[in-house]
């Protein structure tokens, strides 16, 4: 049960900043509130009362995205529902919605933001992964004698363990800055134990431009989730792809590479032997939605003979 | 190997019906109430499984009157007659034969005053759907106004009912006994894929034939299947109660993972009607005996479709790759 | 939170109401504008059955901080058609029987609600996703499935208005699909369960529980909270008037723990209070002083001699031993071609209604002590509650609330006794609610078991012995135990005509959480193993799993394996309907599924891929080119 004495909603950033710079030890900052309430029931973190809460879900500057010069700016109560149903983020961020559609459910997705999202750091959170492989900067206020002040720190910097952010105290993530990935097929891959409110064991997101001929990987961007204390982006495979000809073998041969990068305190053979198929599948559903064709079995099976 | 394999496995099952190795017994009141309505009270009530509206159906049936006129006193120690738990796959059988009796007993007197009126012979008179009449007579009245005749010639048709399952104990040393007078048989089959890259299996299919006696509410005893066979396929695939020296790792539905609409398989449910001969109504049961076969199906078809035996459940997509690995390791060993 | 002044509007009326210590909308929503169809089933986001709309987006009204829906406009449940209306989803759900104890409904049909705003014309795989959040436990799905699309085509016009209508009589209400008498009142959220329900004057009860699953209890300590402002009583073992011990065969659980507590979250005392949230912190003021003991959590080793003992009266920690035995099993054996011989092995699984445990207790004008709670044995409960608090048996009343999932999980008495207990005490009524934590802590679960199997079979299939041993752990209490051995014993070998047999089940005390009845009742582990097991034996003979076990299925005049003889079988007819049914192909279990011609079939589904919603954007973008 949570319980609390003070409820905050600042209707503004500097409002926002002046809140959180009074807020006490016992306080608390949310936005969807999805990750909160959970964790204050038994067998988690029990009974927890907060002195305040501070809301930051009516923050005016936190609403919606901007897209301009080739970066998609997402504010900061940019929820999950917003990937599947918004057709320019869907264009430009062409990962996302398959990402959203395995977080959690429709209802959970309307009230969950991305930003609370890798705010909470969680090791096996679905937000992190794409937004590394989209080279993706979290952008954070604070006051500084009173004034708003900006820093800009990336996203594989931001996260660093689990739970673990560079976020200060009395900082607060404005929004995620991405490279817009229009014109890129994107695809994630995931694995639970069942298809809905599934609770990610791996995940994996590739990015994928091929050249005008539909041959050559003209850029590849992929990253794991789950397999570690924090998200990894895969530079080296993404190097191995990059200019050369579309092949099966090509990607498989890649793919068997980050069964090392597992680092997991549990289960790191069921997660080493997932992720070497994971990768694999993520190129080819990435390549799929370029408009190449899903590979039939017999050339999965030939390209790994 | 392909990364999907399909396969299908199939189990049979058989189950007893009431209480095990003892006498079952369960009691009902009825009242043809005014208005042709009917009050049937007993102590018993819904756990989901229908139960109310099967009592419904079977007051209806044998008092004449409609399953909407029907009225059930349930749920109460103080108010009811004994009908004791709602469990054992008993509801059916025990209480809805002890209502089939005491609508009957109930019947007697309005049929006798009836008869008595119209001067026929009791055994001739029917009554179906708020209708009640004399068979090879055109004598025919709504059950309203025979229940209003009834009263007025001083007679209350109420009635009840107790109904025995028969069942003995268990010899203490060889187990002999004759635990259950019914028993229910029934088959399942599923359909599986196996996703050999992450361990998942989805069920694709199942086929559920049962034996349930005769079926009160085809639709309701469905219901109890599909509801049985996705439990059955819930402790197959995923559900695990753990525990670490006695202190609980799955607090939560957040660990303790239950199936969602997507795990479902495409249900095909098949019932066989073979009547129960020692009960009135001849129904028998399913709420229990459609889950008892569905995960050595599941099982069953994992095998046919990776050569795995899965003999410890759940099937968790990790327990499926490591016995897949094991199957790898032992065949190099075999070429090695 | 006293001072916080809340606005908004509620199915269509305007609310202006303090927030009252309900921190949560969903609690809100129940005990402030008195709306009870969102209900609690986990508290945590998980099952959707508190899901409102907020604004016209479905959210879980369980993880919304009440403040957070200030200014907004909620429908729930109730709002969805007028006062003794249903809408189109509604009588769907009626019609095709998609509510079964009704719980999980009011959420369901909100979720489905939510479905066909957001596109009247998706398709079923889509359906499926946009229910995902919501979680049922008794329907299987399938008839929520069908209403669904149902209704869609309803409101869409594909279908007639007229398709919602009920069926005929025909010639008979028996064997007649009559719809659910009670589903009006599920798929509204108008029915009441235990837990919804309150009484003027009524307490609130908090239990706390043990965090040992071993320990001797050196003293309790309940003045502290006593003393807290707002306590009305705190109650312990030593409040039990009568002859303490309830349990379904062997009494041997008491109502509160008295010297010594068995399983982690064995109740040990007891607090009501004015609120729920005092009691809760009156929980914190008990001091429990424990002595920990060392606990047995295996049930093979709690078998050997020496270990720990859970319950002096069971000094070899059996709860219960069934052996059966029919012919000479040797002499079976020694007839058999081959032995097959292997392991098998289940787990402990929680029932997982949706419901959790509530109850409510008063002492009525009469002096009657009177307990309403969703249990599935009121008769035995006021038995054995007479005992417990020495009162005459027509003294006590059990009133059997709507059960919101039960599987053989309400069966025991586990909370009721502390109810009456304080009722009692106090002459107030008392409520009791379980949280879903305490519910999967506190309460019985499927037995798991551990099976060892040796069938010996000749070369044609027809099996000539089997031995079959299976350990079951029965944890902390006996509960149903005894009767779940017997069972499983007695079906463990399955519908078939057997010589020679030799069948033990046991069920063993440990330190674990308690085993108890649970749909099938010990029948699902065994026949697990015994229909494995043929498979693997079919393997071995190479024959067809429908084939084997024909030669050996019983028969009309069959004895079973307890000797009894069968007066009526329809093993024969079902395995024939089931194998023309599913179209199976004929063949020896040998892994031949890649090579098999009868999968896929139109009685199947497709295979799962996320993203329905947009596969059809992207299907529509293809059409729009063409």
């Given at each position: 049960m949570f319980t609390f004495?003070?409820y905050l909603c ?6 926002a900043?002046?809140?959180i710079?009074?807020l006490?030890?016992d306080g608390k900052i949310i936005a969807g509130a999805t990750d909160v309430v959970p964790y204050a029931r038994e067998g988690r973190g029990g009974d927890i009362h907060f002195?305040t809460i501070v809301d930051l879900s009516r923050v005016?500057?936190f ?11 997402l504010?900061a109560n940019v929820v999950f529902q917003d990937f ?15 990402c959203a559609?395995w977080f959690a459910d429709d209802q959970v997705r309307e009230q969950a933001t991305l930003a609370g999202n890798i705010a909470n750091a969680s090791p096996a959170a679905d937000g992190t992964p794409p937004l ?6 979290v ?16 996203i594989?910097?931001f996260v660093?363990g689990p739970g673990k952010t560079?976020l200060?105290?009395?900082e607060l993530i404005?929004?995620v ?13 995931k694995?639970g134990?069942?298809?809905s409110l599934v609770i990610s064991k791996?995940s ?21 989730g789950g397999?570690?204390p924090v998200p ?74 | ?250 607090h939560g539905f957040a660990k303790y ?80 | ?22 921190y949560r909308l969903l ?13 609690e089933g986990c508290g945590a986001g998980e099952c959707g059955?508190c899901s409102?709309?907020v604004?016209?987006k479905?959210v879980k009204s369980c993880l919304m901080p009440t403040a957070k829906a ?63 959040g ?301 949280t879903r934590e ?189």
């Open positions: 004495d003070h600042p209707k503004d950033l500097r409002e900043l002046e809140m710079e009074r006490p030890e002195s005016d500057e609403r919606g995205y901007e897209i301009a010069k080739g970066k998609v700016r504010n599947l149903e918004d057709d320019e983020l869907r264009a430009h961020l062409p990962c996302m919605p398959y559609i590394l492989a989209m080279d993706a900067e952008e954070i206020a604070r006051l500084v004698d009173g004034e708003v002040r900006y820093r800009t720190i990336s594989d910097a660093h560079r200060e105290k009395g404005c929004a800055t991405c490279r817009s990935m229009k014109g890129y097929g994107g695809s994630f891959q694995v134990q069942r298809r791996v994996a997101v590739a990015l994928v431009k091929t050249s005008a001929d539909g041959r050559t990987f003209e850029d590849v961007r992929l990253a794991l397999i570690g990894v982006r895969l530079t080296d495979i993404e190097d191995m792809l990059k200019g050369q000809a579309i092949t099966r073998r090509l990607i498989a041969e890649a793919s068997v590479i980050p069964a090392d990068r597992v680092a997991s305190r549990s289960r790191v053979e069921y997660r080493k032997r997932v992720v070497r198929g994971f990768v694999e599948a993520a190129i080819e559903d990435a390549l799929v939605a370029c408009g190449a064709p899903m590979p039939t079995e017999e050339q999965r099976e030939a390209a790994h003979a | 190997m392909a990364r999907r394999a399909r396969g299908r496995g199939m189990a049979a099952s058989w189950y007893g019906i009431a209480r095990t190795a003892t006498i079952d017994r369960a009691g009902a009141w009825v009242e043809m109430d005014d208005g042709g309505t009917a009050k049937v009270v007993t102590g018993v009530t819904e756990i989901g499984e229908g139960i109310l509206t099967v009592l419904a159906q079977i007051a209806a049936e044998e008092l004449g009157v409609r399953p909407e006129d029907v009225t059930i006193g349930d749920n109460d120690t103080a108010r009811s007659p004994e009908a004791a738990h709602a469990g054992a796959t008993r509801q059916t059988y025990m209480i809805g034969n002890s209502v089939a009796i005491a609508c009957r007993d109930a019947r007697v007197k309005l049929d006798r005053e009836l008869a008595d009126h119209w001067q026929v012979d009791a055994g001739t008179i029917k009554a179906f759907d708020g209708e009640i009449w004399a068979e090879g007579t055109n004598k025919r009245m709504t059950v309203e106004e025979a229940i209003d005749l009834c009263k007025k010639r001083g007679v209350v048709p109420v009635g009840s009912g107790s109904f025995t399952a028969h069942g003995t104990g268990l010899d203490p040393v060889d187990g002999s006994g004759a635990p259950w007078q019914a028993y229910v048989f029934g088959c399942q089959v599923a359909e599986v894929e196996v996703d050999t890259l992450t361990g998942e299996v989805q069920v694709l299919g199942m086929w559920a034939v049962h034996d349930v006696g005769r079926a009160i509410n085809p639709r309701g005893v469905e219901g109890q299947i599909e509801g049985g066979i996705v439990q059955g396929l819930g402790q197959a695939l995923m559900e695990d109660y753990q525990l670490d020296k006695g202190h609980t790792t799955t993972i239950l199936p969602t609409s997507l795990d479902i398989p495409q249900i095909n449910t098949k019932l066989v009607e073979d009547r129960d001969p020692r009960s009135p109504l001849g129904a028998k049961g399913i709420g229990e005996p459609a889950l008892v076969p569905t995960a050595p199906a599941i099982m069953n078809a994992i095998y046919d479709a990776i050569g795995v035996r899965i003999t410890s459940l759940p099937a968790t997509p990790e327990a499926i790759l490591k016995a897949l690995e094991e199957k790898e390791a032992a065949a190099l060993q075999m070429t090695g | 939170m006293p001072d916080t002044m809340l606005n908004m509007t509620v199915n269509g009326r305007k609310v202006a109401k303090p927030i009252n210590g309900q609690d809100f929503l129940r005990e402030e504008v008195h709306l009870t169809g969102a209900k059955t409102v709309f604004d016209g479905l200030d200014g907004a406009e909620i429908q729930t449940v109730e709002g969805l058609a007028g006062r003794g209306e249903l809408t189109a989803l509604q009588q769907a759900f009626h019609k095709t029987g998609a509510s079964q104890c009704g719980y999980c409904i009011p959420g369901m049909v909100m979720a489905a609600t939510s479905a066909l705003r957001e596109n009247p014309y998706a398709d079923i795989e889509e359906i499926k996703e946009r229910l995902g919501n979680i049922c436990r008794c329907t299987g799905y399938t008839k929520i499935f069908e209403a669904v699309e149902l209704a869609r085509d309803v409101m869409n016009g594909r279908l007639p208005a007229t398709a919602l209508d009920p069926d005929g009589a025909g010639e008979s209400y028996i064997g007649n699909n009559v719809r659910r008498l009670d589903a009006p009142s599920k798929v509204s959220g108008a029915l009441k369960y235990a837990g919804d329900m309150v009484m003027q004057d009524m307490l609130h009860m908090q239990v706390l529980r043990s965090p040992h699953p071993h320990a001797r209890i050196v003293s309790i300590d309940t003045s502290a909270a006593e003393a807290l402002e707002g306590v009305e009583c705190v109650i312990t073992h030593k409040d039990v008037p009568g002859k303490d011990g309830f349990g379904v065969f062997v009494h041997d659980q008491p109502v509160m723990a008295r010297d010594k507590v068995r399983y982690v979250g064995e109740a040990v005392a007891a607090v009501s209070a004015e609120t729920h949230e005092i009691a809760r912190r009156a929980l914190a003021l008990i001091k429990v002083e424990y002595e920990e003991l060392p606990g047995v959590f295996d049930p093979e080793e709690a078998m050997q001699p020496g270990a720990v003992v859970v319950h002096d009266y069971a000094q070899d920690n059996v709860v219960k031993h069934i052996p059966i035995r029919k012919g000479d099993v040797e002499a079976g054996f020694a007839a058999a071609d081959i032995i097959v011989e292997n392991s098998y092995s289940t787990q402990q699984v929680e029932h997982a209604y949706l419901e959790p445990e509530a109850g409510l207790a008063y002492v009525d004008h009469d002096g009657v002590v009177t307990v309403v709670s969703p249990s599935q044995n009121i008769t035995h409960h006021r038995h054995m509650l007479s005992t417990i608090i020495d009162k005459p048996i027509n003294k006590v009343r059990f009133i059997m609330s709507p059960v919101g999932g039960g599987f053989g999980g309400k069966e025991d008495m586990i909370y009721q006794g502390m109810l009456a207990l304080t009722a009692m005490k106090t002459g107030r009524p008392v409520r009791l609610v379980f305490e519910s999967i802590l506190s309460t019985a679960k499927r037995h798991p078991s551990r099976v060892t199997y040796k069938m010996g079979l000749k070369n044609d299939g027809r099996i000539t012995a089997v031995s079959f041993r299976m350990i079951s752990d029965g944890g902390a209490y006996g509960m149903s135990t005894e009767g779940v051995m017997r069972k499983a014993a007695i079906l463990s070998l399955g519908p078939y005509d057997l010589a020679n047999v030799e069948i033990d089940t046991y069920g063993i005390y440990t330190n674990n959480t308690p085993s108890g009845a649970f749909r099938t009742f010990g029948a699902m582990q065994a026949q697990f193993a015994t229909e494995s097991h043929l498979d693997i034996c079919a393997e071995k003979l190479g024959l067809d799993p429908f084939e084997i076990r024909r030669r050996n299925m019983m028969k009309i005049g069959s004895l079973t394996h307890t000797q009894q003889k069968l007066e009526t079988v329809s093993i024969a007819e079902v395995l024939e309907t089931a194998e023309a049914f599913c179209r199976w192909e004929t063949g020896a279990p040998t892994s031949r599924g890649a090579t098999r011609t009868d999968l896929g079939g139109p009685d199947t589904r497709a295979s799962c891929t996320l993203g329905a919603r947009f596969r059809q954007i992207v299907d529509d973008k293809k059409q729009e080119v063409a």
